[in-house]
């Protein structure tokens, strides 16, 4: 069974900068993707990020390109987002997600059947 596992959620100041990893766990496929998705408080999940097994190809949400970064160590299924320049408006809980194969970059949340438990990010101004 697929488990995706993140770490990294943290409480910081605006303008700082904090870092998210995810390992998925009993999770074998070559062509997949994985991203990272947020939630902040009565607002809808959104993708923040993604980014493709094979060529290493990302798509980001406009609200953070410039500002996180996400990469792929792909031979240990783990993904991470480097976040800088955190504001408020960063908050949220923070989800790791990875594809079933994938022949492309995907990013949509329906793509993406597998989830981790999410972890916290708090940006205080």
């Known amino acids: 069974q697929v488990q995706l596992v993140e770490s990294g959620g943290s409480s910081v100041q605006a303008g700082e900068s904090l870092t998210l990893s995810c390992t998925a766990h009993?999770?074998?496929?070559?062509?997949?993707?994985m991203a990272w998705f947020r939630q902040a408080p009565g607002k809808d999940r959104e993708a923040v990020a993604s980014i493709y097994s094979i060529d290493g190809s990302s798509w980001y949400a406009d609200s953070v390109k410039g500002r996180f970064n996400i990469s792929l160590d792909s031979a240990k299924y783990t993904v991470t987002l480097q976040m800088s320049s955190l504001t408020p408006e960063d908050t949220g809980g923070y989800f790791c997600?990875?594809?079933?194969?994938?022949?492309?970059?995907?990013?949509?949340?329906?793509?993406?059947?597998?989830w981790g438990q999410g972890t916290q990010v708090t940006v205080s101004s």
């Open positions: 997600a990875a594809t079933d194969p994938s022949w492309g970059l995907r990013w949509q949340e329906s793509w993406f059947p597998y």
């Open positions: 009993e999770y074998t496929y070559s062509w997949y993707d």
